[in-house]
């Protein structure tokens, strides 16, 4: 009886510590990042990307290619222009969306870099 009690008591510890635990979220903040883009002709191309802060709630994203796009905090997402694309990364998965001009649409995974 006594084991039986002690069993359930840890069965019940335990279960309280998975329920308790919050799920991870990203958040995007400034650092070194890798972006991989996802589907299309691009698909599994990956590239170094620098997020450095550019005031309040402002992100600034400099591309291997020169270009610096300031992305500002809105709600949950990032979203930032440069002359072609509307660009926007969700804060919680950092997955990263382009619109531009008539083009289809393109998608990006954000990776931290350690």
Not at 71 to 91: K, S, Y
């Amino acid at each position: 009886m006594k084991i039986t009690r002690g069993l359930l008591a840890g069965v019940a510890l335990v279960g309280a510590g998975i329920g308790l635990a919050a799920p991870a979220s990203a958040q995007l903040e400034a650092g070194s990042y890798t972006y991989t883009s996802i589907g299309g002709m691009f698909g599994g191309i990956s590239a170094p990307l620098e997020l450095t802060p550019c005031g309040q709630n402002c992100l600034a994203a400099h591309y291997p290619n020169g270009m610096v796009v300031n992305f500002q905090l809105q709600g949950d997402t990032w979203t930032g222009n440069d002359p072609e694309c509307v660009r926007t990364i969700d804060n919680n998965t950092l997955r990263m969306g382009a619109v531009c001009g008539d083009g289809d649409p393109g998608e990006s995974q954000l990776v931290k870099n350690s």
